[in-house]
Each structure stands twice: as structure tokens, then as C-alpha cells.
């Protein structure tokens, strides 16, 4: 094994044997060798999913490794292999079911050790041990909080339980508590804590005493993109009030342009009534060939021609461009969809309208 310069990690006990010594493996020589042993048609795959430094790191540390002592190889192996029956216990039920199994199978030692080196990289969203609980259960207890307790849990839920969540609201705190949410950047670890201790009467495990990202706008447009049409509108509605330029900013989140493939025919025909042949043209210039073959199908031939030599001709043209022309008939869409005009679908809404 090459010379090692990395900084050895705390946790794990895969170490190396050169001239008659033992000496730790560090986490990036650990991730070498792994590689290594999967061979490069898997490893290629897993490349695809990390950073540029990332690969750089670990291309280098590959490259270094002479020959894998079949005691690292098999040593690596295991480690691995526990701790992804670790995480995989962690999904199903949670750090205490995972440490509860893993006690029974390795013993009460090697888990926490294994529990200790998984949540010291792994990042244990605040109110985890909720996620099972069904939303309706958890709005009975959540209901009565303040409108910031029940923003700071919905925006640690996932999208689609706070989105039943928040429909299920009283109309009078709806809006307060997206406009929370939307508004949330960051919250301190004694915060989190005791919102947790209060909901479940226990300290719940966080990975980092660093303040932890939740919430924000891209946060409740998640939410509203998967309430019914009219909680979204109440909600809408209300904020235009309280805040009218946070409200517009959601409302111009709601909807991308790229989500006119949602749109049937009839609705993408009004609205290419409604929009300018050159606006449709530059807003067409970045999206991929599903979204322009849309387009096309609901013109006529002679139409559809023409604007592809529009497109053609236009050459390059600046981002910021792009997204104007995109953003004003994303503009129509809603404007036609606050008109009864055409139907935006939308999770949990039936497709068809009689």
C-alpha cells in the first residue's frame, strides 16, 4: 500500500499492514478501495453522483493504491455492508429501531459503533420519528400550536403529508402559516429541540450543532403544488393581502414553463392564441425536445414551420431573455386558469371536468 498522507477517520477499524505495522485506513482510502473491489462498471456509476472535487479525490487515491490486501478488501466490505443495513433499518424505523436490530445481530458495542459513524455523516432530519405518523393523527396534536410550531414541522415533513396538513388547517391560520414557511430560513438546534421535545416529550438525535435549512419559498410552493385548487387559492389570496410580493414570487414558482406538457391539447391551443409567435420562440429556445414537440402538435403545419425558422434564424440569444418570455406566458397559463379558461392539473384533483 502506497504511503498515506489523509488524515486517518474517527470510527471504523479497517486499518492496512506495511513493513509489519497495522495503520488505519482513512475514510477516501476506505472509498478506494471499495471501488477498487465493485470494479469500474459499477464504480463508473456511482462517479456520475458525486462532485467534480469528489471524483478528483478519489481518482487519486485509486491511483496510489499499489495492490488491496484481501484483509482491507474483506474489511471494507463488511464495514460497508453494516452500515448500510444501519440505514437501511434507519428508513424503515428509525436511529432507535436501527440501534434495537442492530444490538440483537452485532451486539450492543459494535452498534453504536456502527449507529455513531452512519449518523456522524448521515444528516438526520429534525421530527424523523414523525414521519410515519399519519397526518391526521399528527394535525390533531399540531392544530392548536402556534402558526410558527406548525410551520417549522410541516417544513421538516415531506411535501406531500404537509400538504394534507396544511388543507386541513382552519382557513384563519392557512395563509399565516405558509407565508411562515415561505418566509423560514434558518432555525437553531435548541429550537428544533424543544419543538420536538414538546411534540413527541423526548429529545429527538440531531446530526450537527449547526443551524439547520428549512422552509423558504421553494419550500411551500412544494406544499401548494400538491394541496387542492382551493386551499391554493385561499391561501394565494390572503397573502396578496398581507404580502403581495412574496405571493408573487410563489404564484411565478407555481407553474413553470416547462410544465406546459401538463396542459392538454384544447388548453395549449388557447393559450398559443394568447402569446406572441416571436415570445414563444425564444421561450422554446432552452427546453427540451418533449416540451417543444407539445408545442408543435397543437399548431398547424404551416404555423409549426414557421416557428422553428423563427427559432432557427433567431440564433443565440441570452438566458435572461429565455426566462422573460417564459415567465410572461406562464403569466397567460394562470391568467386563463383564474379565468376558468383552462384547467391546470394539480395532485389530488380529478382529471377530467364535467
Do not use: C, W
Not at 405571493?247 to 384544447?266: H, P, Q, T, Y
Request: hydrophobic share 40%; net charge negative.
Amino acid at each position: 500500500m502506497a504511503k498515506q498522507t489523509a488524515s486517518p477517520v474517527t470510527g471504523g477499524g479497517t486499518s492496512s499492514k506495511k513493513g509489519g505495522l497495522k495503520k488505519e485506513l482513512t475514510g477516501r482510502q476506505k472509498a478506494a478501495v471499495f471501488l477498487v473491489t465493485i470494479g469500474s462498471e459499477i464504480s463508473s456509476e456511482i462517479f456520475k453522483h458525486l462532485r467534480e472535487d469528489e471524483i478528483e479525490a478519489l481518482t487519486f487515491e485509486i491511483a496510489r493504491l499499489e495492490t488491496v490486501d484481501s484483509e482491507d478488501r474483506d474489511r471494507v466490505l463488511m464495514e460497508f455492508q453494516e452500515l448500510m443495513m444501519a440505514q437501511d433499518f434507519i428508513t424503515t424505523g428509525g436511529i432507535e429501531y436501527a440501534r434495537e436490530l442492530l444490538e440483537k445481530s452485532l451486539g450492543s458495542q459494535k452498534a453504536v459503533d456502527i449507529i455513531n459513524r452512519l449518523t456522524s455523516s448521515l444528516q438526520v432530519r429534525p421530527f424523523d420519528f414523525v414521519r410515519r405518523t399519519d397526518p391526521m393523527h399528527l394535525l390533531n396534536f399540531i392544530q392548536t400550536e402556534h402558526p410558527q410550531t406548525i410551520a417549522l414541522i410541516l417544513a421538516y415533513l415531506e411535501p406531500q403529508k404537509a400538504s394534507v396538513i396544511l388543507s386541513s388547517l382552519p382557513h384563519e391560520i392557512q395563509s399565516d402559516v405558509a407565508k411562515r414557511i415561505a418566509t423560514m430560513d434558518r432555525t437553531s438546534p435548541e429550537t428544533l429541540r424543544e419543538v420536538e421535545r414538546v411534540l413527541e416529550k423526548k429529545l429527538s438525535t440531531l446530526s450537527s450543532e449547526d443551524y439547520t435549512a428549512a422552509g423558504g419559498v421553494e419550500s411551500i410552493v412544494e406544499i401548494l403544488n400538491l394541496v387542492d385548487r382551493s386551499t391554493e387559492k385561499v391561501i394565494i389570496e390572503s397573502l396578496e393581502e398581507e404580502d403581495p410580493e412574496l405571493a408573487e414570487d410563489i404564484k411565478k414558482r407555481m407553474f413553470v414553463f416547462e410544465d406546459i406538457v401538463m396542459l392538454d391539447d384544447r388548453a395549449i391551443q388557447k393559450v398559443l392564441r394568447e402569446v406572441d409567435v416571436s415570445e414563444m420562440a425564444k421561450a422554446l429556445k432552452s427546453v427540451d425536445t418533449e416540451v417543444q414537440d407539445k408545442i408543435f402538435r397543437n399548431m398547424s403545419k404551416r404555423a409549426a414551420t414557421l416557428l422553428k425558422e423563427d427559432m432557427e434564424y433567431m440564433g443565440p440569444i441570452r438566458m435572461k431573455d429565455v426566462e422573460e418570455s417564459q415567465q410572461k406566458i406562464v403569466s397567460i397559463i394562470r391568467k386563463l386558469e383564474e379565468q376558468g379558461e383552462i384547467v391546470v392539473a394539480r395532485a389530488g384533483e380529478d382529471e377530467l371536468v364535467v
